[in-house]
């Protein structure tokens, strides 16, 4: 029987893309079906969606508007696609990424595939020490603000795959429906949440930023993850100059700067004594800084480093704050272990990379709670918290492995 299918997209094509979503997990989209749902029925559910993203006829449904709250203040704007639509975006950003991806910029990390966040920061730190100046900025409301006809092109420009770019338009202009079921029309930005964005939006940073830095000043090595980045000078005035010729280019292209974020750093050290008002930077959660540190001499001297930031230390230690410990004394430690490794592990495995004395310092809030809830749990600690931090520094001796941060040494004492 012959092939009557308008494009060449192919069962298997939608079944990778579904475990890939499915390994990603993610929560339901306007029509309210999880994935728990979605795969009650699917193989009905996939063969649907491949009918019609081969013939031509799959149209989005709106994302769902999700308010979330922004580590620094304020609420940011999710579109969260239906578990349906995210498996077709996933099948065009697999046939996509392998296209684009080559193209990209060696100083270009957000978002690609074996250029995680640790990368950027490792690459950053080693050319702070190469470089006096930074020009730290961020784009405001990135996402929210990108031109659709300049994507567009920049997309036509590589592939001419047809299915591919048929559902980006109409991904492009899918509206936006929020929890009351007002529908917000999009004529600009693409959704951030939705599967294909991230690759969409590193396209469009690729001509509107990337490629204009490395023609207009190729000298100035540059870090970009998504929309924020930093860019090491020479001198100060050349981090003004570039300051404001980036203004200018991004205004270009729809785009501006975020005043509150953008700034001009020197980076002091031992040897680069001199003084400005900013000293210091965040990237990726680490704020890079004049630290302490010693030579292979054991000789303390002041280098550049980064370490985990204060926002992502209060973070912490309001998150281990409202772990309802004291309220379940009838736990056991094992319990306590069980429910929160996890968590410890991921903040371990992404702020342990660099500065760990300062770590170390924020999880010991854990070991502190862990004291309190021995208070509360044995009468005999009640109002005695020396003897409780001593009954836990001895537990924690015969059982290091118990706790993932006591397994790397941030032990509680009983002094």
Known sequence: ??????FGITKEMVYRAYKAVKANRGGAGIDNVSMQEFEENLADNLYKLWNRMASGCYFPPPVMGVKIPKSTGGTRMLGIPTIADRIAQMVVRNSLEPKIDPIFSENSYGYRPGRGAHKAVEVTRTRCWKYNWVLEFDIRGLFDNIDHALLLRAVTKHTD???EILY???????PMED?????IPRTKGVPQGGVVSPLLANLFMHYAFDRWMEREFPRNEFCRYADDAVIHC?????????LGRLGERLKQCGLELHPEKTKVVYCRDSNRKGNHENVSFTFLGYTFMPRKAKGRQGVEFTSFLPAISQKAQKRIRQEVRRWPLLKTPNVTLEDIADRYNPVIRGWLSYYGKYGKAVLADVLESINAHLQRWIQKKYLRFKHKPKKARAYLAKVAVHNRELFAHWSVGIMPTAG
């Open 1 to 6: 029987m012959a092939n009557t299918k308008s």
């Open 161 to 163: 795959t047809k299915w």
């Open 168 to 174: 980006i338009k109409r991904w492009l202009i899918a």
């Open 179 to 183: 929890r009351e079921g007002n529908r």
């Open 234 to 242: 020479y001198s100060k005035d050349q981090a003004e100059e570039i």
